[in-house]
């Protein structure tokens, strides 16, 4: 049933977003146009490892387009543990130029799936608009025993860890 619910929003949400890039595109002067889908699902990340996706756009505005600002809220506050970065282009980005708007996910200790809103605020949208949407799960590590095993023996974790780096898949 969660997944069923989870995956009803993020296509709610997908189809906002759709409505949302028209409105970026009518406001005139500036232009963001994104080479790319401006949703994006990092899958399955491991528990304390890092993930980043490149969000490229163009002006094909009149005028330059300036950023200036960007944050992240969490859709979920009982999701899993993990911090993202975000870079963007700190000078105005001139008509018919590139920019990249960098989206990097650090996964912390607890596992679970997260969805996250990327807001803009920009000479093209109103304060905090929702630009982008990113989406993934943090899974356990592999090759690694859960933190909750205990070996029985000392030699127990010797074996069981030299089981795990040398088991072919």
């Known amino acids: 049933m969660k997944k069923i619910l989870a995956i009803l929003s993020f296509l709610i949400f997908s189809a906002n977003h759709t409505f949302a890039q028209d409105a970026i595109k009518e406001t005139g002067g500036a232009e963001f146009n994104f080479n790319t889908s401006r949703i994006y699902d990092f899958g399955p990340l491991q528990k ?28 979920d506050v009982q999701g899993p543990e993990y911090t993202i970065k975000i870079k963007y282009p700190e000078k105005p980005v001139k008509p018919g130029k590139k920019g990249v708007i960098s989206i990097t996910i650090n996964t912390l200790e607890v596992t679970g799936s997260f969805k996250n809103e990327i807001y803009v605020t920009s000479n093209v949208t109103i304060d905090d608009f929702p630009l982008l949407l990113v989406g993934g799960a943090v899974v356990p590590a592999i ?8 070996p029985l023996t000392s030699g127990g974790a010797a074996v069981g860890a030299f089981l795990l780096n040398n088991i072919k898949k």
């Open 48 to 75: 304390y490892s890092k993930a980043t996706r490149n969000f490229e756009f163009k002006n094909t505005g009149s005028q330059p387009l300036i950023i200036k600002a960007m944050h992240s809220q969490p859709n």
């Open 143 to 150: 090759n690694k025993p859960d933190e909750a095993y205990k």
